[in-house]
């Protein structure tokens, strides 16, 4: 058990840890390296799904959930974009790069994974209520 009697959830931990990771990264870029675009974006593309993953945990529906997953998808996405022009700019020494970038692919590989399972969840939960639709409409008309 987690805080407060919760299940841990690694998702929710990784993303905010890499969240973590990158604010300090924007602010080294910044103060540092005197770099402030590329900064901006992968703060605010590294950022994301963590608060796109807290958001997918009070989703209104199944719907929900995977959309505000896929959201974070594409923002994790965008954020290896970034971490890979740091690198190939010089702004990323390349064990910096590696470790951050291995990260969010994880989380990557993470979200890709919970949406899958959310989908194959609700086809088998539309399935069930079709076939019970069907026997109902079988047996009393």
């Known amino acids: 058990m987690h805080k407060y009697g919760k299940k841990p959830d690694p998702l929710r931990?990784?993303?905010l840890n890499l969240a973590v990771r990158i604010v300090n990264l924007s602010k080294y870029l910044m103060q540092e390296k005197n770099e402030y675009t590329i900064s901006k974006q992968v703060l605010r593309s590294g950022t994301n799904?963590?608060?796109m993953v807290r958001e997918a945990a009070n989703a209104e529906s199944g719907l929900?959930?995977?959309h505000k997953l896929s959201v974070a998808q594409k923002e994790a996405g965008e954020t290896l974009y970034w971490l890979e022009l740091l690198f190939r700019t010089n702004y990323l020494a390349a064990n910096e790069y590696e470790s951050i970038?291995?990260?969010t692919e994880e989380i990557l590989r993470l979200i890709k994974?919970?949406?899958v399972t959310r989908k194959k969840t609700l086809a088998t939960?539309?399935?069930s209520a079709l076939t019970l639709l069907a026997f109902l409409t079988y047996y009393l008309f």
């Open 125 to 127: 939960k539309t399935a």
């Open 101 to 103: 970038y291995a990260d």
């Open 113 to 115: 994974s919970s949406i």
């Open 49 to 51: 799904p963590g608060a």
């Open 64 to 66: 929900d959930f995977i």
């Open 13 to 15: 931990e990784k993303t």
